[in-house]
């Protein structure tokens, strides 16, 4: 996934701001990090393993010194994590340095023809290519952007490219295919980056590039150019809009730990974001002749949960879909929808999923944190969480906002269609402002049952978590939240489902958490509790999320106690508990919490 980062200056050293740039993209991968850094006596790379946080401080980023440069943190896709294959990459001349954010799907015809004409190659990734191919446009006496944009014409797959070059040390090159990229402009920078997350406060006007663009930036102006033709694009500057600051961790162990202490701001924000956006978003949604929800990931369970509700209170069936498979899956037509969830609005799959349908005559709403992100510019209409920067890998707080706003367009689909009584509509607009208070006054409950069942249980390897209904995508949430970050195995599946199979695995050594509904809930609550007693039947070990009466706690090992005052509010505290469980228990297990192992926050690769 890789974060990018560039810098050109008038003459000022900005090695240290070029290095705290990839720090702030450090969600993005943290496997291995480098900068190529042009001071005038060429260029000068420095890389190691580890996340730019691991290196500064250490040798490898100390003393460096530069006016221009470019950064990587990487999350490898091609090739090994090592020295060699952190970026930047260098040209055989070492005139040329690259990075890139992407795949080159036809790197390897491009390397055996670019060996067989004599190059040398230092590195086993795509991305080396690159700078071999444009050393070769330059000897051929290509200008620097025309040997750039010569080479990206060769290359195909996706990518987000930053190029020096060793003649030209008062400007860098960036283009986009499928990858993100800002231009930022500063008072004495001006900023290429994968996310405006890198660019702090220093650069308050920024340059969206889109797909199949090349952006020249010298020291306080970028020109942007087309890929195919070269042919110069007008693109002018906007404010960047958005939060971001660059959080603190503050007295906090873990960011994850914080920003799921921030959750109430979070679902306040997302409660209170744009209601026309809401009304024109369940409009659009009821107006469509057929609907898909998609997401991956967290995202995906968040479009789980609102499709169960606009289900519920809509009465209509959308059918969600994880959007690496949806293209595939659907042949889409004029008047269909994709609603889309991504925090980052960068997902790769997601995006490729609304382009799909967007080319085909049909319309995207997106659920996104990110202002200005890609899928912000390319839905035909975006609901904003609001969430602020997340900085764990691990969604939490962003995960509750999607949920608030799903359960907004729900509800207002609901109201529009009919589906709701004018009444029940009122009670549930009720039940989610209930939120931040409930929130606010059940979190501190919620952590302490989970740090003790986290403790309780640590000796379980392996675990079902269990759930019906909306219940079914808060386990699904919970068990991924598990996995990601404790490293053990977590299955995350409708209770009804355990019976067909399954539960033959029940023993005394296999975990299942089962995410009960409240007593309103009738029916889907007593089917819950069939799931329960099958697992207890069978000597498994039982940990309950929800609102059990002194009876129903004597049959299961432990309870992570909820309020049971309505679904809805159940259910958004047990995304919670979900995630302060995950926390719990790994950091019992002594995990690294804020960036597992081969994690990364927004996958925007294929
Ligand atoms: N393909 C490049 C590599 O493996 C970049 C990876 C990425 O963007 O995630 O080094």
């Known amino acids: 996934m890789c974060g990018i980062v560039g810098m050109v200056t008038a003459g000022r050293d900005m090695a240290a701001d070029l290095v705290g740039g990839i720090r702030r993209l450090e969600y993005r991968g943290y496997d291995s990090s480098g ?40 999350w490898a896709t091609h090739g090994g994590v090592t020295r ?20 080159l799907s036809n790197y390897r015809e491009l390397r055996a023809a670019l060996e067989a004409r004599g190059h040398t190659f230092r590195s086993e990734t795509d991305t080396e290519v690159f700078a071999h191919l444009v050393e070769e446009k330059l000897k051929g006496g290509l ?8 080479s990206a014409l060769e290359v195909e797959g996706t990518y987000a490219f930053a190029v020096v070059i060793h003649t030209h040390p008062d400007r ?12 930022g402009f500063g008072a004495d920078r001006t900023v290429i980056a994968s996310d405006p997350l890198a660019l702090a406060d220093a650069c308050p006007d920024v340059l969206y590039l889109d797909d199949g663009e090349l952006v020249e930036v010298a020291s306080g102006s970028a020109e942007v150019f087309k890929i195919a033709t070269g042919a110069r694009v ?3 500057r906007r404010r960047l809009e958005g939060d971001f600051a660059v959080p603190e961790r503050g007295a906090y162990p873990h960011f994850m730990l914080k920003e799921m202490a921030e959750a109430t701001l979070a679902v306040r924000a997302a409660l209170g974001s744009d209601p026309d956006a809401v009304t024109r978003g369940a409009e659009k949604l009821l107006a469509a002749k057929r609907v898909f929800f998609t997401g991956m990931g967290t995202a995906y369970h968040m479009a789980i949960f609102g499709h169960q509700l606009v289900a519920q209170w809509a009465k209509r069936f959308c059918p969600v879909v994880t959007a690496d498979e949806l293209p595939g899956a659907v042949t889409f037509e004029p ?14 799959d997601t995006l490729r999923a609304i382009r799909a349908a967007k080319a085909a005559g049909g319309v995207a709403l997106g659920i996104v944190n990110v202002a200005g992100s890609s899928m912000a510019r390319e839905c035909d209409q975006t609901l904003l969480q609001g969430a602020g920067p997340e900085i764990a890998v691990l969604a939490t707080k962003s995960a509750l906002s999607q949920a608030v706003v799903a359960a907004r367009l729900a ?21 989610l402002a209930s939120l931040p208070a409930l929130l606010d006054e059940w979190r501190p409950q919620i952590e302490r049952d989970c740090r003790e069942a986290a403790a309780r249980f640590l000796g379980l390897e392996k675990w079902f978590f269990l759930g019906r209904g909306v219940f079914a995508s808060v386990a699904q949430e919970g068990a991924l939240k598990f996995k990601e970050v404790t490293y053990r195995h977590a299955e995350g599946m409708a209770a009804g489902f355990l019976k067909h199979g399954t539960i033959s695995l029940i023993d005394g050594e296999m975990g299942t958490a089962i995410f009960v509904p409240p007593a309103s809930t009738g029916e889907l609550r007593a089917m819950t509790l069939y799931a329960l007693e099958e697992v207890r039947s069978r000597g498994g070990p039982l940990l309950a999320v929800g609102a059990l009466s002194e009876s129903e706690r004597r049959h299961v090992d432990a309870v992570i106690g909820m309020p049971g005052k309505g679904e809805l509010s159940d259910a958004f505290l047990q995304i919670v508990a979900g995630q302060y469980l995950a926390y719990y228990t790994a950091k019992a297990l002594g995990r690294d919490i804020d960036r597992p192992r081969a994690l990364a926050k927004s996958v925007t690769v294929p």
Not at 143 to 150: F, H
Not at 172 to 183: F, G, N, T, Y
Not at 411 to 431: D, I, M, N
């Open 35 to 74: 900068v190529a850094l042009l001071n005038g006596k060429g260029i000068i790379v420095a890389k190691d393993i580890g996340g730019p946080s691991d290196l500064v401080g250490k040798q490898t980023f100390d003393g460096l010194h530069g006016t221009t440069g470019i950064a990587h943190t990487r």
């Open 84 to 103: 060699k294959n952190a970026h930047p990459h260098l040209s055989c001349d070492g005139q040329v340095a690259v990075v890139h954010n992407g795949v």
């Open 143 to 150: 200008a620097p952007r025309e040997a750039i944009r010569a």
């Open 172 to 183: 860098l090159w960036a283009m986009r295919k499928e990858s993100p990229l800002v231009v």
């Open 234 to 236: 007008d693109r002018s």
């Open 335 to 348: 008047g269909d929808l994709v609603l889309g969830v991504s925090q980052s609005g960068e997902t790769y």
């Open 411 to 431: 509800l207002e689909a609901g109201r529009l269609s009919g589906g709701l009584t004018a009444a029940r509509h009122a009670e549930l607009a009720a039940e």
